[in-house]
């Protein structure tokens, strides 16, 4: 195998930081850069760069992307032959009056990072989308295909954006561009804003998990190491493709699981009853999302493959370790 040079942005966050780590274990050259943003905990952050990638010899590079300055000098000196753009601003319960937090971090700062690395002639440039662009698309499997998109919410609008912009501006240029369509990623060191991680803290803590609708929502949960699987094969077709090229593809095991069911299994498996407190319904919530994976199959020759139950329970087991559990109700209490 060839050791490439990777540039990762949001190297710092959940799927950052375990794409850096499998990037180097595989042996290429990678360049983290992040905000350590306060949308939820900062030392969750930094306890992630610690724990997961300083044993490897890897750092994460403070930055804010939405410096256009700073970031075209970076990706100048450090010349990636592959960039992956993770860096946003996630979750979609973002209040309206915030909601420039979403132009700023993935619009401005995706601009930024795409701009500069069509400057700086990068052959492969992939950006995390998200099954979010589809909105309330019905019960059937989403299709890359499907052509009456209409994202719910301004943060799936920003990504849905950046499917627009990253063609336009690859355009007869030497970069190719690849969205990723990422449905419900979970796992170890994961995002304390999502349901499961929620779940998981409330059982551990004691404290109520606050469900929200009647729990009949389905998500097609997809583990982070499918995850990052995924994108490394999608990384590797990608550089095949001609100049200028540009597609989107989802990565989602194409399974959804309701938030009952997701509440049951941790229920069943923990024996612990009665920590759910119900809420009023969220209307920013898509009620259902399924990936259709035949593209993904197509060309990277993988789809999603851990069932939920082991996903969670693997979740489970890292959350009650020492060092971590005391921490949980803290980066919890520090996100929306
Ligand atoms: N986790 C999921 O279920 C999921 C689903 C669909 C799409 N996505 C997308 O995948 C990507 C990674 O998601 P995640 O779950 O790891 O989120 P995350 O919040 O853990 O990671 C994103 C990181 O980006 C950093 N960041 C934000 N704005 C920045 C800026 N201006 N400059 C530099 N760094 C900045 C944050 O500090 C954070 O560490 C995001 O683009 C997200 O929208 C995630």
Same mark, same amino acid.
């Given at each position: 195998?060839?050791a490439? #040079? ?6 710092? $966050?959940?799927? &950052? ?9 595989l042996?290429?050259?990678?360049? @983290? ?7 939820? =905990?900062p %030392? ?12 490897? $010899? ?11 300055d ?8 450090? +010349? ?12 979609v319960?973002?209040?309206? =009056? ?6 700023? +971090?993935?619009?401005v700062?995706f601009?930024?990072?795409l701009?500069? %690395? ?10 995390a ?8 698309? &019905?019960?059937?499997?989403?299709s890359? =295909?499907?052509?009456?998109i209409?994202p719910? %919410? ?6 849905f954006? +950046? ?6 501006y ?7 561009? #690849? @969205? ?6 979970? @796992?170890?060191?994961? #995002? ?9 803290n409330? *059982? ?11 729990g !009949?929502?389905?998500r ?15 990384? !590797? ?5 001609? %100049? ?6 989802n990565?989602? $095991? ?6 009952n069911?997701?509440i ?10 009665s ?6 319904? +969220?209307l920013?919530?898509?009620n ?8 993904? #199959?197509?060309?990277?020759?993988? *789809? ?6 082991? $996903? ?10 020492? &060092?971590? *559990?005391?921490?949980?109700?803290g ?6």
């Amino acid at each position: 195998m060839i050791a490439l #040079r990777f540039l990762v942005t949001g190297a710092a $966050g959940f799927i &950052g930081s375990h794409l850096s780590a499998r990037l180097s274990t595989l042996g290429h050259q990678v360049l @983290g850069l992040d905000n350590f943003d306060a949308y939820y =905990s900062p %030392s969750l952050k930094h306890l992630r760069v610690r724990e997961l990638l300083t044993p490897l $010899g890897l750092s994460v590079e403070q930055i804010d992307l939405a410096n256009l300055d700073l970031t075209r000098e970076l990706i100048k000196d450090f +010349n990636p032959e592959t960039v992956i753009h993770l860096a946003a601003q996630p979750g979609v319960r973002t209040p309206m =009056s915030q909601s420039y937090k979403y132009i700023r +971090n993935n619009l401005v700062a995706f601009t930024n990072v795409l701009q500069s %690395s069509i400057e700086q002639a990068v052959p492969n440039f992939l950006y995390a989308s998200s099954s979010s662009v589809y909105g309330n698309a &019905g019960t059937r499997a989403y299709s890359e =295909s499907d052509s009456s998109i209409r994202p719910l %919410s301004v943060y799936g609008a920003t990504k849905f954006a +950046n499917e627009i912009l990253a063609p336009t501006y690859a355009m007869g240029t030497q970069t190719k561009t #690849r @969205g990723l369509r990422f449905f419900t990623v979970y @796992g170890p060191w994961g #995002r304390p804003d999502m349901a499961y991680f929620r779940i998981i803290n409330s *059982v551990l803590g004691g404290s109520k998990f606050n469900k929200f609708g009647n729990g !009949e929502i389905k998500r097609d949960f997809t583990y982070v190491d499918d995850i990052t699987v995924a994108i490394v094969k999608l990384s !590797e077709e990608l550089s095949k493709r001609e %100049s200028g090229f540009s597609d989107v593809v989802n990565i989602g $095991g194409g399974d959804p699981h309701s938030l009952n069911e997701l509440i049951g299994l941790i229920s069943r498996e923990t024996e612990i009853e009665s920590f759910v407190a119900q809420k009023g319904q +969220n209307l920013n919530d898509i009620n259902f999302t399924c990936a259709d994976v035949t593209k993904l #199959r197509m060309l990277a020759d993988c *789809v999603p493959s851990v069932d939920l139950k082991d $996903g969670v329970m693997m979740t489970f087991k890292w959350a009650t370790e020492p &060092g971590i *559990v005391e921490l949980l109700d803290g980066w919890v209490e520090s996100s929306i």
